[in-house]
Structures are given as C-alpha cells and as structure tokens.
C-alpha cells in the first residue's frame, strides 16, 4: 500500500511539472478588451519609435509594430499591457475565424491595421475585428 503511495505521489509530480511547462501560468483574472494599431513588418525609417512585437497567428510569426494599445475593458493600463507584452517572443498567440484572421495574413509590410480583440492568459489574444486603417 506505501509503494502505491508512493508512486501516485510521483506521478502527480511528473504531471504537474509536465503542465507546467505546457502553458504559461494564468493568474485567473478575467480577459481583457484590447485595441492595437500599427503595421506588420520591419520599423519604417518615419522617425517614430514603435514598439516592435511579434505575434504568431498560428501559421507564421511576423513583427508587428505597435504604435498605439488601448485597454478598452479591464484592471491594468496600456502601459502594463505593453510592459508586459514587450519581453515575450512571441508577443501575441492570435486566434479567430478565419474571415477575422484574413485581414492580417493578408496585410503587406506597413499597412496600418486596428486589432481588437480579448487578451486572457497573459499573451493568448482572441481577435474579434481587424481592419486596415488610415495612415496617422
């Protein structure tokens, strides 16, 4: 009866460092409504300083360049969200239909987008609109 015990003890544990490494942790707070706009690809030579992310759509991982993040619903301010969000590589897991999606796949290098849409778990981002936008 002790050497099961035993062994169920040490499953668990191999389990739990399994999970641990599968998904980044999640602090139980609830998603956030966000609203970013920049452009895909390189920085451009416009003398602004964006901040340069880049975000895995589930097919490829392309840099995103931020030029403005709003925290429409949530705690934490766009200041946070973007501290937060800079170190990580990538930045954005981006998930949606595809008709959501297509907007961004199919954007060129530089072209002004507006994507909105849930951040839950850290960097998991649920994308609800995206749209081309005018140049600021």
Do not use: N
């Not at 992310?53 to 301010?77: K, N, P, Y």
């Not at 800079?86 to 930045?91: D, F, G, I, Q, R």
């Not at 897991?93 to 507006?114: H, I, N, T, W």
């Amino acid at each position: 009866m002790r050497l099961l015990h035993h062994r169920a003890v040490c499953l668990l544990v191999v389990l739990g460092l399994g999970l641990a490494h599968a998904a980044p942790p999640f602090d139980g707070s609830a998603p956030e409504l966000i609203r970013l706009t920049g452009y895909p690809g390189p920085p451009k030579a416009d003398g602004r300083t964006p901040q340069s992310l880049v975000v895995d759509d589930g097919g490829t991982q392309r840099a995103f360049q931020l030029l403005a993040l709003e925290v429409v619903t949530g705690r934490r301010s766009a200041a946070s969200v973007r501290d937060a969000l800079e170190p990580l590589k990538p930045s954005l897991f981006l998930s949606g239909p595809k008709s959501v999606l297509a907007p961004y796949r199919e954007a060129p290098d530089g072209q002004m987008l507006v994507i909105e849409g849930w951040l839950a778990d850290g960097r998991r981002f649920m994308a609800s609109t995206i749209r081309a936008a005018p140049a600021p």
